[in-house]
């Protein structure tokens, strides 16, 4: 079992940067794919950005590839996502999650959700 918090939403110009932190409870946090997902107002949920077990690798939806990075740190059970260069279409509510199966950007894939954070990107 794991649960998930976000954090670090927030109101931002376009162009600024935020940080969002996913942080979680369990002491299997190391055993699971973290992913971030992002749902917009009368939109899918639209994969962002996941990290492996251990932290090596990393992928993207192209719409973020160069502007956002993930990144984890076992050690403290958390999960960083840092959105830079940020434009009014990421405004979206932010969802992390966690499964076992790294490389699929499904929902279905994963077991455990977080609340979600608001971000909002003014222009």
């Known amino acids: 079992q794991v649960q998930l918090v976000e954090s670090g939403g927030g109101l931002v110009q376009a162009g600024g940067s935020l940080r969002l932190s996913c942080a979680a409870s369990?002491?299997?946090?190391?055993?699971?794919?973290i992913v971030w997902f992002r749902q917009a107002p009368g939109k899918e949920r639209e994969f962002v950005a996941a990290?492996?077990?251990?932290?090596?690798?990393?992928y993207y939806a192209d719409s973020v590839k160069g502007r956002f990075t993930i990144s984890r740190d076992n050690a403290k059970n958390t999960v960083y996502l840092q959105l830079n260069s940020l434009k009014p279409e990421d405004t979206a509510v932010y969802y992390c999650a966690a499964g076992k199966t790294y490389g699929s950007s499904r929902t279905h894939e994963y077991d455990y959700w977080g609340q979600g954070t608001q971000v909002t990107v003014s222009s």
């Open positions: 990290i492996s077990w251990g932290g090596s690798s990393t």
């Open positions: 369990g002491r299997t946090f190391s055993t699971y794919v």
